[in-house]
């Protein structure tokens, strides 16, 4: 019996310790399958509990009757498949008849409780098929990302979303984002997390600091174009105009257009192309917008229209051309003159880190989700990187990025500097850099010092 006794107390101040150094750890040895249990011991009266069950129908109570039988039951969603993750729990469920995906959104909060686990939320993958996913544990405050992240051209993980699933920015899917957030809110290290990711692909990354390129400028050698001021960046977003231009008559040239060749096969963007004949894919990284929209004299104004001009004619139009855009701010509304809503309109990704104000956030979520609005003033100050994040649809989630240090994002953009391609309407933007310096030999005890 005492080694018994000894042998639990040492499971249990192991499980306490996983959980609190290794909580991924913990839920995979112990938490994984003890919430099982529990799922399926108070399924049906959980279910029952929170409303999500319908009455027998009346062929089944008349059944009943006549075989002097005690009524049926009141049914619960059916069971189809229930997988333990690495982050929790997934239940995936058959709704019974005049059950709507909605009743299971509106119980989440009522179904955390319950089972004990973090957060749970749902989605519906088809008709009368509901997916709910029970977190274990809080994944946002010590973000791991999974070493076997799917990657794919233009689409990179960035972030981990609180029900444990990576967040991609897939650029082919939504072309153009926006990301807010005050001071000290996450919003460099989002930004460090997208060149850091895209570093390795076959792109080219252009970007405009007007903080005098004390955001960017350290990542130059994976840059293709920079600027550091808004004279800088008016010369370099016209250029990019042109090269859009050009790569449009490229793909009228190539389009292929006869009665001998199938519709899937005409080129209608650079995707479409021959791989030898297309053009490099562009990201346009903008950091504090505000800065170019911002004048004080009459000069300062002509410059700020044609910037927002040839940053909304990129919007509209480069999605076809390979350009996407990625414009970051403190704030992006109407106090920034004419033509910034016509430009925050084609930005279909939105991602809202930590705002000092309910109207910061509706710049965000206004049009989009009220729900999602909410949940970004309500982002304490404690946790940088923390970020809601959304898109044209409706549907937004709370993520949070890895935290990265600009010495590891620059090291990786210097690992994969050969990649930079060479852009002809970009060149005379192309940082001037120095060669890398060679690594410091240690001189040996017996070496003498030299002056």
Aim: charged letters at 25%; proline letters at 7%.
């Amino acid at each position: 019996m005492t080694w018994l006794m000894v042998a639990v107390v040492v499971v249990v101040a192991a499980a306490g310790l996983l959980r609190w150094r290794r909580p991924a750890w913990h839920w995979l040895t112990f938490g994984a399958l003890v919430a099982t249990v529990r799922v399926l011991v108070r399924y049906a009266s959980v279910m029952e509990a929170c409303g999500l069950t319908v009455p027998p129908s009346r062929w089944r109570l008349a059944l009943a009757r006549m075989t002097n039988r005690p009524a049926p039951e009141s049914r619960p969603p059916r069971i189809l498949r229930l997988r333990p993750t690495r982050t929790g729990l997934v239940l995936r469920l058959k709704l019974q008849p005049g059950q709507d995906a909605f009743d299971v959104a509106a119980a989440t909060d009522r179904l955390r409780h319950s089972f004990g686990v973090y957060g749970v939320t749902s989605r519906e993958l088809r008709s009368g098929v509901v997916e709910v996913r029970m977190t274990g544990y809080d994944v946002l405050q010590r973000v791991q990302m999974p070493a076997t992240a799917e990657t794919r051209p233009m689409r990179i993980p960035v972030a981990l979303r609180e029900d444990g699933a990576v967040h991609y920015r897939d650029y082919r899917a939504v072309p153009h984002g926006l990301t807010l957030g005050a001071t000290e809110s996450g919003k460099s290290v989002y930004q460090r997390n997208l060149v850091a990711g895209l570093a390795p692909h076959h792109v080219a990354l252009v970007g405009i600091d007007c903080k005098q390129g004390v955001e960017l400028f350290p990542l130059a050698r994976r840059f293709s174009a920079l600027a550091d001021n808004p004279d800088t960046a008016l010369d370099l977003l016209e250029a990019l105009v042109g090269h859009m231009e050009d790569v449009y008559q490229l793909i009228r040239a190539e389009q292929r257009i006869s009665v001998a060749v199938p519709d899937a096969e005409i080129a209608a963007d650079i995707w479409d192309l021959r791989e030898d004949l297309r053009p490099v894919p562009v990201v346009v990284l903008v950091d504090e917008v505000a800065e170019l929209a911002l004048f004080a004299t009459k000069d300062e104004e002509k410059r700020r229209d044609r910037i927002i001009t040839a940053l909304v004619r990129l919007a509209q139009l480069g999605r076809a051309a390979g350009i996407y855009l990625e414009i970051c701010g403190q704030r992006f509304g109407s106090e920034l003159g004419k033509g910034i809503t016509m430009l925050r309109a084609q930005l279909t990704g939105r991602t809202a880190h930590r705002v000092n104000d309910e109207t910061s956030a509706n710049m965000a979520f206004g049009d989009v989700s009220p729900d999602a609005v909410l949940a970004a003033i309500q982002i304490p100050t404690d946790t940088p990187g923390v970020a809601v994040t959304g898109d044209s649809t409706g549907g937004w989630a709370r993520t949070r990025a890895p935290h990265i240090t600009l010495r590891e994002a620059v090291n990786i953009c210097n690992k994969h500097a050969d990649r930079t391609p060479d852009v002809p309407a970009l060149a005379a933007f192309r940082p001037a850099l120095a060669p890398l310096p060679k690594a410091r030999v240690p001189l040996s005890k017996t070496a003498p010092a030299t002056a």
